[in-house]
């Protein structure tokens, strides 16, 4: 189910630095070079495959930006926001 407006506020005070972006949940990470940001992304989509949900994003060297919505919904939902915090914590394992 589509989140509400304030559902929505209340996922951005427990997410680290999302934000909305054209109805979507959007974050841009940045790495040491190309390598460690393919790495970032290589484990985000095995765990993206794993739940059968799958983010929108774009790399140039050593960023990444993703973008996240429940296609099926046509917006955001739970889902995007399970996906997100289980990409912050891949992003925190790797720049730590
Ligand atoms: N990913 C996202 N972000 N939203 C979806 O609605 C979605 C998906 N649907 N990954 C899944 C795959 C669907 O297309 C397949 C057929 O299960």
Same mark, same amino acid.
């Given at each position: $189910?589509? =989140?509400?407006?304030?559902? =929505?506020?209340?996922?951005?005070?427990?997410? *680290?630095?999302?934000?909305? @972006? *054209?109805?979507?949940?959007?974050?841009?990470?940045?790495?040491?070079?190309?390598?460690? !940001?393919?790495?970032? $992304?290589?484990? @985000? !989509?095995?765990? !993206?495959?794993? $739940?059968?949900?799958?983010?929108?994003?774009?790399?140039?060297?050593?960023?990444?930006?993703?973008? =996240?919505?429940?296609?099926?919904?046509?917006? #955001?939902?739970?889902? *995007?926001?399970? =996906? !997100? $915090?289980? #990409? *912050?914590?891949?992003?925190?394992?790797?720049?730590?």
């Amino acid at each position: $189910m589509i =989140l509400t407006n304030s559902e =929505l506020n209340e996922v951005l005070k427990e997410l *680290d630095g999302w934000k909305i @972006v *054209d109805n979507q949940l959007s974050k841009e990470f940045k790495f040491k070079g190309f390598i460690q !940001a393919f790495g970032f $992304m290589t484990e @985000v !989509a095995i765990t !993206a495959e794993t $739940m059968d949900h799958h983010p929108e994003w774009s790399n140039v060297y050593n960023r990444v930006i993703i973008n =996240l919505s429940t296609h099926s919904e046509g917006g #955001i939902t739970l889902l *995007d926001k399970e =996906l !997100a $915090m289980k #990409i *912050d914590s891949i992003n925190n394992s790797i720049q730590s």
